[in-house]
């Protein structure tokens, strides 16, 4: 069982639709990062987080330490935000490694 | 700032041969981390930098893999001998803090033949 685990796989919406991506970890973590990966291969960070919440324009992004999940929120999306959003944890013992997922493969279309 | 930069952008080579791929960090960023990224794996971490320094290279998947950071603004990652298993992206990535935002470069595409 993979230490980050994503879900969906992949997902598609229509142009306007909220959307949600989980991630869940079975590790202790210090902090976790959502990274979007654009089709010509790209990766931008989104958010880090240790607790609570984060908010950049149409972004959301929650964690819950207590049952070690983690949703990316996109409201009013729209095609451009078509990419891949991978989750990654950065471990508790004194690493700065981060451990990724498989990501999420997510297609809005017009 | 121009960014995380790595060179080449693709490489083909066959395999057996000599592969070295290379990374400038982002001036004033003092982690540097090296990725591979495939469809099979994901992003995986091969290694990682503090102030040029190796911390972790767990992440290496063989001696066929080196990587050296001889100074704050130029990292190296080498493959000899390659194999066609070793086609993949590569990404360098940088930041302040070890824990904190990394900021990526571009790839390199990497096949061996």
């Known amino acids: 069982k993979n230490e980050v685990e994503q879900s969906p796989q992949n997902l598609t919406a229509q142009e306007g639709e909220f959307i949600t991506i989980n991630c869940s970890y079975s590790v202790g973590i210090s902090a976790l990062h959502w990274l979007q990966q654009h089709p010509g291969g790209g990766i931008v960070s989104l958010f880090m987080?240790?607790?609570g919440k984060k908010k950049h324009g149409r972004l959301i992004a929650t964690i819950n330490i207590q049952e070690k999940h983690s949703s990316l929120h996109i409201t009013a999306s729209h095609p451009r935000d078509s990419a891949v959003y991978i989750c990654?944890?950065?471990?508790?013992?004194?690493?700065?490694?981060?451990?990724f997922g498989t990501g999420t493969r997510l297609q809005v279309f017009p | 700032d121009a960014g995380v930069i790595q060179s080449p952008r693709h490489e083909v080579t066959e395999m057996g041969q000599e592969v070295t791929l290379r990374c400038k960090p982002i001036?004033?960023?003092?982690?540097l981390f090296w990725y591979r990224q495939t469809m099979m794996r994901g992003l995986e971490l091969l290694i990682y930098f503090n102030n040029n320094v190796p911390i972790d290279d767990s992440g290496m998947p063989e001696d066929r893999f080196s990587a050296k950071m001889p100074n704050a603004s130029f990292s190296t990652l080498k493959i000899q001998p390659s194999e066609p298993r070793d086609s993949a992206v590569y990404f360098c990535?940088?930041?302040?803090?070890?824990?904190?935002?990394?900021?990526f470069g571009p790839g390199t595409r990497l096949t061996v033949t």
């Open positions: 987080l240790s607790s």
């Open positions: 990654a944890v950065r471990g508790s013992y004194n690493t700065d490694k981060l451990i």
């Open positions: 990535a940088s930041s302040t803090q070890g824990a904190g935002e990394q900021y």
């Open positions: 001036s004033g960023h003092d982690y």
